[in-house]
Structures are given as structure tokens and as C-alpha cells.
């Protein structure tokens, strides 16, 4: 592994691997069709997986290895399809060029941010690939860190962006469960933080926006997941150092709850190009401009990080 040069950074940074099912010189045999595989700036890759500790060779068979991707069974509205690899580590995406050309315009700025950053939310991406079957279609996929990779399990997960309008889930009560991903509308939590934990929060959180709004990224997300204490058994209380362990009281209605939260900041990959102003006018015609998701990268990211601010407190007890 040698140094990175600005070069390692470039979008014509992308390589071509052909896996013939017979195998090659450099590549295994395997049974399905012949295809080519493309890394895109893969240097700047090997270095992002180190700087992550991710060890070449798990990340290797993980993604590669004999064992099955498990689909997840509803991917979001952008279509996208998602796989979680066995180990549960790696979460793989499917994306569109376009957002391909985002991440990798944005890569120079990223590398530095996560590089300075130890403790960023931004999502962590360990790769970004294409595979293309001979005579057929390319698929662009991006490898990145599953948040909720974790010995607990994860009792609730939403998905806040800080607008209101269409956040709800359509999902009628008795259906909501675990795998639901609830939005902005169905969070009737306020979650309190010591106060050392809330004020790294809050500047980190600042500093992602920053990073987010000076690359026009709009659209983001902050994932969150909740493990409720009350509700372990005891092999669930067995928990590697490396995971993201907030360990807070929570409050809905006067009911208060000791959960355990996983979260971070995912789908940083929409900038807010030609479509997304297209639908803020449409949609302003309709309903209160400030209640649409998609808005300018300012204005997102000051929504964004007033809405955290109101549902994250410091826990004066
Ligand atoms: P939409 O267009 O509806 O916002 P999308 O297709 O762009 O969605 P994402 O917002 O990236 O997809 O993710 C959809 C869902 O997948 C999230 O709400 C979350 O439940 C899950 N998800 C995405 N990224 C991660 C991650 N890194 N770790 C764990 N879960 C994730």
C-alpha cells in the first residue's frame, strides 16, 4: 500500500476486471456467466477501508465469498436494492450513475472529513463497484458500514430528514414492527443525553452539515436505532467496544425508557440538481415550501440540524 496522489482521486481512477467462468491468471473460476467488474478509485478505497479497520480479507470474502447476500425486503423509494452481507458488517446499495459521479466528485472532500473526523455520523463507504455480464446491463453498487451491525437487537429504526410532508410511514399500526422504518411524523420520542455526550453530538453533527452543505448534498438522512433495555435477554448484553453505544433515557409522553442508540447520517448521495428543483416547485405549489424534503443544501441542512436539536436534550438529572 503506498501513498495517496492526488491522481489516486480521479474519476477516470476505474479498472476493469474480466471473470471468466474458467478463471484467469488473477481471477477465480466460478459458475455464472462472464462478466467484467469495475473498482472505481480503488487506492482511495484501500485506504477509506484501513483508515475503518476493515480488514482486506474479511472485506474480500464478505462481499466475494461463497456465502449469499440476504436481500432486505424493501428498498426505498429511489428503487435501489439492498443486501446486507452474512456477517452483517456490510450493507451494499445499488445506485445510479449519477450518484456514482457524486461520491466520486465529492471523494477528495470526504477522504479529508472522515480523515479529521474520527467520530463523523457521514456514512462510512468502503467501495464503490460495477458488474457488468457480457451482453448485458451495468449495476453500480456502493459498499458501506451497516449501522445497525450489533449483538443488540434493534427494537425500532427511523429514517429523519426534519420535513414533514409525506414523513409518515403508510404502514397501518398493527403491521409496525422491528423491520418498519418509521419517518419524522411517527417519532414520539425525545432522547436525553449526558451532557458530554450532547455537546459532541451537536458539534459533530454541525460540522457533517457543513461538510454536506458545501458539497450541495440535500436529502440526508439521520438513521437512528433503538435497542430498549428492558426488553434484553442475557446474550443480547454481550457487545463488542467498537460498537456505537449511547446508552440514554428517552422519554414518550411521561413514560420514560433506557435504550441504547445507533445512529448516523446515510444517504448523502443526492445533490440538489435540475430534478430536485423541479420537484420543490412542483410540490410548492401544493403545500408549505418548508415542509417538502427536497429544498436547497442550506436550508436542508439548517432543518436538518434545528430538528435535531429538538428531539436530542441534555439530561440535566
Ligand atoms: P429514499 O429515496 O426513500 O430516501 P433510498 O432508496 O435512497 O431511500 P436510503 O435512504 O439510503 O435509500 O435507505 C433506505 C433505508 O435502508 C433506510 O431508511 C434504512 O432503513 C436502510 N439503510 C440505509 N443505509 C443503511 C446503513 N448504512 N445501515 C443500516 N441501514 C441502512
Not at 130 to 136: N, T
Not at 157 to 174: A, C, H, N, Q, V
Amino acid at each position: 500500500m503506498r501513498e495517496l496522489r492526488q491522481s489516486d482521486f480521479e474519476p477516470k481512477e476505474k479498472f476493469w476486471t474480466r471473470f471468466p467462468p474458467e478463471g484467469s491468471k488473477f481471477t477465480p473460476p466460478h459458475q455464472s456467466m462472464d462478466f467484467r467488474w469495475k473498482d472505481y478509485c480503488p487506492m482511495v478505497f484501500r485506504h477509506l477501508r484501513e483508515l475503518f479497520a476493515i480488514d482486506p480479507a474479511d472485506y474480500m470474502l464478505a462481499i466475494c465469498g461463497d456465502d449469499a447476500l440476504r436481500e432486505l425486503s424493501s428498498p426505498g423509494k429511489s428503487g435501489s436494492f439492498f443486501y446486507l452481507t452474512q456477517d452483517d458488517r456490510f450493507m451494499i446499495k445499488t445506485v445510479k450513475k449519477s450518484e456514482v459521479k457524486v461520491l466520486i466528485r465529492m471523494l477528495p472532500s470526504y477522504y479529508q472529513h472522515v480523515c479529521q473526523y474520527k467520530n463523523t455520523l457521514v456514512t462510512k463507504f468502503f467501495g464503490v463497484h460495477c458488474v457488468k455480464p457480457v451482453g448485458g446491463q451495468k449495476t453500480r453498487f456502493i459498499v458501506m458500514g451497516n449501522l445497525f451491525c450489533s449483538e443488540y437487537r434493534i427494537h425500532r429504526r427511523f429514517d429523519l430528514k426534519g420535513s414533514s410532508y409525506g414523513r409518515i410511514t403508510d404502514k397501518p399500526e398493527e403491521e409496525i414492527d422491528e423491520t418498519t422504518t418509521l419517518k419524522d411524523l411517527d417519532l414520539d420520542f425525545v432522547f436525553r443525553l449526558d451532557r458530554s455526550w450532547f455537546q459532541e453530538l451537536i458539534r459533530q453533527i454541525d460540522r457533517d452539515c457543513e461538510f454536506l452543505e458545501a458539497e450541495r448534498i440535500m436529502d440526508y438522512s439521520l438513521l437512528i436505532g433503538l435497542h430498549f433495555r428492558d426488553d434484553y435477554s442475557g446474550d443480547e448484553m454481550k457487545m463488542g467496544p467498537h460498537l456505537r453505544n449511547h446508552s440514554t433515557p428517552s422519554r414518550s409522553g411521561g413514560e420514560v425508557f433506557d435504550v441504547v442508540l445507533y445512529f448516523g447520517i446515510i444517504d448523502i448521495l443526492q445533490d440538489y440538481d435540475i430534478s430536485k428543483k423541479l420537484e420543490h416547485a412542483y410540490k410548492s405549489l401544493q403545500v408549505d415550501p418548508s415542509s417538502i424534503s427536497a429544498v436547497d443544501p442550506k436550508l436542508y441542512s439548517k432543518r436538518f440540524r434545528d430538528f435535531i436539536r429538538r428531539i436530542f436534550r441534555e439530561d440535566k438529572r
